[in-house]
Nanobody
Framework: QVQLVESGGGLVQPGGSLTLSCAAS????????MAWFRQAPGKEREFVAA????????IHADSVKGRFTISKNNAKSTVTLQMNNLQPGDTAVYYCAAGGRVIVSQLRSHSAYDYWGQGTQVTVSS
């Protein structure tokens, strides 16, 4: 059974930092591209960052570039999203996703991913 379990969400003030982690089980982690998406109330799910199977391709959405960093630890089967300088517009539920057949051109597409976590809430507010 495949499981993706996110952790690390919470309430933070503008300008603060959070680190989200996603622990994967039930998959051969090195064969999967991993990604983070987010969804704010009343909005569609939005791409945040992705890393390809062998970590050869790492991409971030323009809205988070320079503030967020995705990384993958194959030994621990985890993917991390380091989020710095958080702003109220970053408030959303953040989802981890895993895809076994994602090519580089598809990394931003939510439909390319096979498995999803339950999500973790990030709230940025003073």
């Amino acid at each position: 059974q495949v499981q993706l379990v996110e952790s690390g969400g919470g309430l933070v003030q503008p300008g603060g930092s959070l680190t989200l982690s996603c622990a994967a089980s039930g998959i051969t982690f090195t064969r999967y591209a991993m990604a983070w998406f987010r969804q704010a109330p009343g909005k569609e799910r939005e791409f945040v960052a992705a890393i390809s199977q062998r970590s050869g391709s790492i991409i971030h959405a323009d809205s988070v570039k320079g503030r967020f960093t995705i990384s993958k630890n194959n030994a621990k089967s985890t993917v991390t999203l380091q989020m710095n300088n958080l702003q109220p517009g970053d408030t959303a539920v953040y989802y981890c996703a895993a895809g076994g057949r994602v090519i580089v051109s598809q990394l931003r597409s939510h439909s390319a991913y096979d498995y999803w976590g339950q999500g973790t809430q990030v709230t940025v507010s003073s």
